[in-house]
């Protein structure tokens, strides 16, 4: 039956009916007829609790009985301050304000407009554009498009709409490189930094993982780096946790890994536990503080309808106190190692001769082939072994929800490995 449903990213003369959803439990979501299939993507990252989470259902339901929505302009409310005090805790070091919006891409737009704001409101009005990386995505408005990266990024068609920002070499130091192998990345940015720095308000970057652009993986000491490096030039350093936030490189966030705190960082896909819709975006008192002052310039002009849902609010609170309780980076550590053992040291995999690479980081492991055509019908191959795997562009990966027991991660490890072996 047709639906007036218009699909994201698909081409509309060639897709198939997209199978119905009904429910879902634990890693699996139900298919319309029953069938159960594993999702090894966490629908698209966020859902790291998996489906139908009793105690993320119930706080919805709670909450939805007290309050659902109303307006954070000139209110507030126990959730959303709750939740902002939770997310101080929790984030690195000094990170202690929140602005709340409705979206990782949202989340992005305010953390620019904020790094934009407070350049001008601390004397440098020249400095008007980001730096960002090639294999960098950072969402899907026309802001978040311009920083990404303008070559692969699937955004090319509207580049004449875009405002020009600057961008430098994507990282090729791997996650455990030597300090000299960062070097060479380091230099690269350095270069671009010290031709531009005059016009440059931030540098943004998705931190140790470049998800949607590719899975690029790098090293703890490329933060440390540019850390310093944004320091000596008048940068701010924005991180996009948006994807790589809540665990998913196996510590609660990819700064944590480098002990890096930046000026502003941005959540949003695993923040509710992928229950609602919702993105935070954190300053430190000294991004914070340049906007304390008289002048109408210091008000910061952005609100979204939704900012501090009630519900989401309620929700990501009720994500964390499980995340913590139920001991998710313990979790995420085993499922690291089953991806490493089932993909890492597989020789055979590494061998083939469509396989370009094969990485892993925390709960995250990618095949890397060397064409999308390579890939072209492993999700159906999959879905016919029961896993949803939905690959970008020549990447096949899997990002499964921390609750996916180790008899599922080897099921999808499986999956993905005998693509690559079928006759
Ligand atoms: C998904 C994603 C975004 C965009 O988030 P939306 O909620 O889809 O707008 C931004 N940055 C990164 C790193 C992402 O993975």
Request: aromatic residues 8%; charged residues 20%.
């Amino acid at each position: 039956m047709t639906t007036p449903v218009w699909h994201p990213y698909a081409h509309l003369k060639t897709q198939t009916p997209a199978p119905k959803v009904i429910g879902g439990d634990g890693a699996h979501f139900v298919l319309e007829g029953g069938e159960r299939v594993l999702d090894a993507t966490c629908s698209w990252w966020c859902m790291i609790h998996g489906y139908g989470h009793p105690r993320l259902v119930a706080a919805i339901r709670e909450q939805a009985g007290e309050l659902c929505h109303v307006m954070l302009g000139g209110l507030t409310h126990e959730p959303a301050d709750q939740l902002a005090r939770e997310l101080v805790r929790i984030t690195p070091a000094g990170l202690n304000h929140v602005f709340y919006s409705d979206s990782g891409s949202v989340g992005m737009e305010v953390a620019m407009k904020m790094a934009l704001q407070y350049q001008v409101l601390t004397g440098h009005p020249g400095k008007q554009k980001m730096l960002s990386l090639m294999k960098a995505y950072h969402g899907d408005t026309t802001g978040c498009m311009a920083v990404c990266d303008p070559e692969e990024g699937m955004h090319s068609l509207f580049a004449s709409l875009l405002p020009q920002h600057h961008f430098a070499p994507a990282p090729t130091a791997p996650f455990d490189a030597t300090v000299e192998q960062v070097e060479h990345d380091l230099n690269a940015l350095r270069d671009v930094l010290e031709r531009h720095h005059h016009e440059i308000a931030a540098l943004l970057m998705e931190p140790l993982l470049q998800a949607a652009g590719g899975l690029n993986m790098t090293s703890p000491a490329y933060l440390t780096g540019a850390r310093a490096l944004c320091d000596e030039f008048g940068v701010l350093l924005i991180f996009d946790e948006v994807a790589t936030g809540f665990g998913r490189t196996g510590k609660l966030f990819a700064a944590d890994h480098a002990g890096v705190t930046p000026d502003i960082m941005v959540l949003s896909k695993g923040l509710t536990g992928g229950y609602l819709g919702h993105a935070a975006t954190l300053a430190n008192d000294r991004v914070h503080d340049a906007f304390i002052g008289d002048s109408p310039q210091h008000a910061f002009m952005h609100g979204p309808t939704f900012m501090g849902n009630p519900l989401a609010c309620r929700v990501a609170l009720e994500s964390l106190r499980v995340f913590e309780e139920d001991d998710y980076l313990g979790k995420i550590g085993q499922l690291n190692r089953v991806l490493r053992c089932e993909l890492i040291d597989n020789e055979q995999l590494s061998a083939h001769s469509q396989v370009a690479d094969v990485r892993v980081l925390g709960a995250t492991a990618v095949i890397e082939a060397h064409s999308a055509e390579a890939l072209a019908g492993v999700g159906e191959f999959a879905r016919e072994r029961g896993v949803w795997l939905r690959p970008i562009g020549r990447w096949l990966y899997t990002m499964p929800a921390y609750i996916t027991s180790e008899a599922e991660m080897v099921q999808i490890t499986d999956v993905m490995k005998g693509w690559f072996n079928r006759t």
